[in-house]
């Protein structure tokens, strides 16, 4: 039998190329010895990660009728950039100490300023340091994306959308801070947050980019079936990610088990589990809930309230749910049908990851 890369297989090799290319670009304003940490935490950080929201692009060019282009695989790999960025700082917003398997960002130059023994706050200077290290990452992936050699009216057509992705992120980033500040969730706050903080910009945005770089225009249809597919498989994408946050294995998330439990993450699981709690149950999960030094014992209580009461159930079910209403969408959907095979392929790994 003859093996057929899937969507992600076909692009990431691309993906990547074009990152390093960009970084070779960068390195001549990097020849300071001290700034040498900076490009090396950057390179370290884009080495990882699943290269979904290139893949979306990427199929949405190829779902409006583009065809190969190396100049697209660029203006998609700049979306890493922006992925990359809102990691960095999501960590220093969250306190995270480890972001695919590795120190993030802040507690490595931390452990940089500790291991120099220099003056002052080592917590200041990592949190200080990461946060200018993201906003690099933010500036490069406008950079990259600009000067990606795609056509310049595809570029004039699809630039109002790259800055509206942009807008949004910092938005759902936001709202994601307010609804842990607020304490107590609902079901449509908690999916207002999955919608704007990873949903839109991991998937409809990304889509819709890629279908109105090869349109050379916004049509009509494409924000129709960037809302009816891209945001059923965006929200079902944050949802697979807030399970995992809680149950997923260290091994594979490259996080400490149950992280988001002490970041005291408002998910819609968390607010399942609050609606159909006993007293007592509801008691120990806003006690625990958000307890930096939650240990084993304290995060399998809550995971044992949070199968307990149906709430993994019930977002399991919603996944399953936003997943085959996406699919069924793709099946009447006026594009390619290597588009259309692709693009249910990534909407599955997306929605039934591990890491």
């Given amino acids: 039998m003859t093996y057929v890369p899937g969507p992600l297989e076909l692009i990431r090799p691309e993906v990547d190329r074009a990152l390093l290319r960009f970084l070779d670009r960068q390195r001549p304003a990097f020849d300071d010895p001290d700034l040498i940490a900076v490009l090396s935490a950057a390179e370290d950080f884009l080495s990882g990660g699943k290269r979904l929201r290139p893949a979306f692009c990427y199929w949405g060019w190829r779902a409006a009728g583009g065809s190969a282009d190396p100049s697209v695989y660029t203006a998609a790999a700049s979306l890493e950039l922006l992925q990359a960025s809102a990691l960095v700082h999501d960590d220093v917003m969250d306190s995270s100490d480890l972001r ?24 200041q200077f990592g949190e200080g340091a990461a946060i200018l290290l993201g906003n690099l990452l933010l500036i490069w992936s406008g950079e990259m994306w600009r000067t990606s050699g795609v056509p310049a009216d595809s570029m004039a057509a699809a630039q109002p959308v790259f800055d509206h992705m942009l807008t949004e992120l910092m938005s759902g980033q936001y709202l994601d801070l307010l609804e842990q500040a607020h304490g107590e969730n609902t079901f449509d706050s908690a999916l207002r947050v999955a919608l704007y903080k990873s949903g839109k910009y991991s998937v409809e945005q990304p889509l819709r980019l890629g279908m109105v770089l090869a349109a050379r225009s916004r049509e009509p249809w494409i924000d129709r079936f960037c809302a009816e597919y891209g945001q059923k498989v965006g929200i079902a994408f944050q949802l697979r990610d807030d399970v995992l946050g809680v149950f997923g294995d260290p091994v594979e998330t490259g996080k400490p088990a149950g992280d988001d439990l002490r970041e005291g993450k408002r998910t819609m699981l968390i607010a399942r589990t609050l609606a159909a709690a006993s007293k007592e149950q509801a008691h120990d999960v806003r006690n625990l809930l958000g ?15 949070i199968e307990e009461t149906g709430a993994l159930a019930y977002c399991e079910d919603m996944i399953r749910r936003y997943l085959d209403d996406a699919l069924a969408c793709l099946q009447t959907a006026g594009i390619t049908s290597a588009a259309r095979e692709s693009l249910a392929a990534l909407a599955v790994a997306a929605t039934t990851r591990r890491t």
């Fill in 291 to 305: 307890d930096p030094k939650l240990d084993a014992e304290g995060v399998a209580r809550l995971r044992g309230i």
């Fill in 100 to 123: 695919r398997g590795m120190p993030s960002a802040h507690r490595r130059f931390e452990k940089l300023h500790l291991d120099s023994e220099w003056s002052g706050s080592a917590l």
